[in-house]
């Protein structure tokens, strides 16, 4: 399987974030990428890893309804 690698610009799009969302991810080493001579790059796959790290599920709990 061949992992794509991405820009800022593409990340941030998938995100549905601001390009200045994925830099701060590299720069503070909370997601993985690559260095192509001075550009970086996301690979496909840490995009998914980071997705599904930090999606929170649902409570089962009910909640008490406003009366």
Known sequence: ?????????????RLGTTARFPRRLIEERRIEYVKV?????????????FIEAN????????LRSVA
Request: hydrophobic share 45%.
């Open 55 to 62: 999606t929170v599920a649902p409570s089962a709990r009910r």
């Open 1 to 13: 399987m061949s992992d794509h690698l991405l820009t800022v610009e593409q990340v941030a799009e």
């Open 37 to 49: 001579g001075r550009h970086v790059r996301i690979p496909e796959r840490a995009i998914v890893a």
